[in-house]
């Protein structure tokens, strides 16, 4: 699946704006038919956004199950001939959509798009109605995980993950015309060997028959480099720029359906940057040269907003990666909206991509800070249907994501119960559903303290360690001393496997604000002396390639007794103002940079 474009041959239109809202917490809505007229009793809501912040009501925020959205859009008057398509670039976490009365598409999963051929459905110059029907639930069989629980006042959700559970219309929603006979994907793959560049391309085309494909590749100020012709081949680029982290150079790769007359009769562009990526030993390759990784795990998440994507959050979020001396950031803990990784792939910041399969483990966080009192794998829990689900969210991951330079490696999970022979079993196929999708980028996922080195039964299968870790806060809380002895152990432990270790969180609760002579847990100066700990054991450890602090800025969450107003440990607070341990990572990382 392609993401709309604007091209030579296609044409798209936005559907963001104000859609007709209603919540249907019985479930009677589709029973009802409310796709099939004027959706009664709605409310306006704004697309995109999480609906859940955007109203002063409680029933709004907390809603578990259904939500309807709707409105109408005039398909435009030029369609004529073309392939109508309808495009959702995220629906959180499932949706049933309808074009006037007919059921078009259904998707599972909450970070990824779908789209459904819409063609014989409309009349160019005519008007449709668009409904989405959104489910917020989560069960064992979703990633992530969850359950609904009934008590006495309604149904509640619970799950396993520490962000607040946003639903509803996260991202753009566009009608796109296309050629019958079309582009339907392309992977492009890239390398380079002394000065001469290749750039690999394969092109599935639909209803191709007599057209030929071509491809062109231009460099950043529009002069063709390379040609080819056909389904795929490889394209040789001599003088190649390549494309760095902190220095992002982009060629432009047009694919063209060409017929005997020579009239382009299709045309997509994708942006290419040439680089190689290789885990050698202990090091992290770009280009061939060791990349050590300084940034964060983020969230997509925003006051009001929730989780729905913004431009000038974004920009504004790269300009603070930039401010920090950031390279790098993980898509903790889902698939991030495309313009996040565009606006990466522009800027030379490099990402580690995440699944949204977080929150399976059962060992974490419960009652009294216990279990949850689940089993994390079994039959009526986490079973071979979600793990067919969780491949399917790793196979729409790599699909979509495949081809942006930024993107170096997978991770297929953020901290599982991992070790357990239930866990290997679970896991083992899908590093091999990741490999098989992508052969050309490693694979790992984040591992959890509750499975030690030696204990860990997924990391085998890892082409990178990465580690989550909070020696100084979750542990030896307030004694950095003791914590640094026994994270530098603990990291040493891991440097035997002979990997790459790249630490995806470390990060302590900051009040911003709250100060204290004697660094004190929730104080500034202890986040910044938990960091500078941190540091030190890291400079120690050979293996280690990467720190990314948990996180960049303050988030929300459920509500709980380890929470106050959401996570505190973001080096921002959530409106973006830096706590003191801004300037100290600035002063680590502008001197690194
Ligand atoms: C973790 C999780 C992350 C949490 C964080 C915390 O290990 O991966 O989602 O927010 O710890 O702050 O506890």
């Known amino acids: ?31 009802n038919r409310w796709y099939a007229g004027s959706l009664t009793e709605a409310r306006d809501m704004a697309v995109p956004a999480s609906f859940n912040d955007l109203t002063a009501d409680a029933a709004v925020r907390d809603h578990v199950g259904d939500a309807w959205y709707q409105r109408t859009v005039r398909v435009p008057r030029g369609w004529d ?7 959702f670039e995220s629906a959180t976490h499932r949706a049933t959509v309808w074009v006037d009365d007919l059921e ?33 639930s989560l069960s064992f069989q979703s990633i992530p995980p969850g359950v609904v629980e009934q008590t006495a006042a309604g149904p509640r959700q619970r799950y396993w993950h520490d962000f607040f559970n946003y639903a509803g219309l996260h991202r753009s929603v566009w009608l796109s015309a296309t050629p019958g006979a079309r582009i339907e994907d392309l992977t492009v793959t890239t390398g380079f060997l002394g000065s001469t560049g290749s750039v690999g391309w394969t092109v599935q085309a639909v209803d191709r028959e007599e057209l030929e494909v071509h491809v062109v590749l231009r460099n950043a100020q529009g002069d063709e480099v390379a040609t080819g012709i056909g389904e795929y081949g490889s394209l040789e680029v001599p003088d190649v720029r390549l494309w760095a982290p902190g220095s ?18 299709d045309s997509i562009h ?22 050590y990784f300084r940034g964060f795990g983020m969230h997509e998440d925003h006051a009001v907003l929730g989780k729905g994507h913004n431009n000038a959050h974004l920009v504004h979020d790269f300009e603070l990666l930039h401010w920090i001396g950031a390279n790098s950031f993980r898509t903790s803990h889902y698939p991030y909206s495309e313009d996040v990784l565009d606006y990466a792939d522009r800027h030379g910041i490099v990402v580690i991509d995440e699944t949204a399969a977080v929150g399976l483990n059962m060992g974490l966080g419960g009652g009294i800070l216990g279990g949850q009192g689940y089993t994390t794998f079994s039959p009526e829990t986490i079973n071979d249907t979600t793990r067919e689900v969780h491949a399917q969210a790793i196979r729409e991951l790599v699909a979509r994501d495949k081809n942006h330079p930024s993107v170096v490696l997978w991770s297929v999970a953020n901290e599982p119960e991992s070790q357990t022979e239930a866990a290997e079993s679970y896991f083992r196929p899908l590093f091999d559903v990741a490999r098989q999708a992508d052969p050309t980028r490693p694979v790992g996922f984040v591992n959890v ?3 030690p080195h030696g204990e860990c039964r997924v990391s085998q299968f890892a082409d990178v360690l990465m580690l989550n870790r909070y020696y100084g806060w979750y542990v030896h809380t307030g004694d950095l001393a003791a914590a640094e002895d026994a994270w530098r152990r603990e990291l040493q432990s891991w440097a035997s496997d002979g990997k790459p270790i790249v630490i995806t969180e470390y990060g302590a609760d900051t009040l911003s604000g709250n100060h204290s002579l004697i660094p004190q847990p929730w104080s500034e100066e202890y986040q910044v002396e938990y960091l500078e700990m941190n540091h030190r054991v890291f400079d120690s450890v050979e293996a280690v390639v990467g720190e990314q602090v948990w996180n960049f800025a303050d988030f929300a969450t459920t509500s709980g007794i380890v929470r106050v107003d959401g996570n505190k440990k973001g080096v921002f607070t959530r409106d973006r103002r830096p706590k003191s341990a801004a300037f100290a990572l600035r002063r680590r990382w502008t001197e690194a940079r």
């Open 270 to 291: 994708q942006h290419v940057g040439v680089r190689t990526v290789e885990v050698r030993g202990t090091e992290f390759l770009v280009n061939g040269e060791p990349f």
């Open 248 to 265: 992002p150079y982009l060629y432009d790769l047009e694919v063209q359906l060409v017929d005997h007359g020579g009239t382009v009769r």
């Open 449 to 451: 303290m509750l499975a």
């Open 104 to 136: 078009v598409v259904r998707h599972e999963g909450g970070y990824t798009p779908f789209e459904a051929d819409i063609t014989d459905l409309v009349t160019p110059g005519e008007v449709i109605r668009v409904t989405a029907l959104v489910n917020t």
């Open 81 to 87: 001939g073309h392939r109508v398509v309808l495009h």
């Open 1 to 31: 699946m392609l993401r709309p474009q604007d091209t030579s041959t296609r044409e798209r239109k936005t559907l963001d704006g104000i859609w007709a809202f209603r919540l249907d917490a019985d479930a009677v809505g589709v029973q």
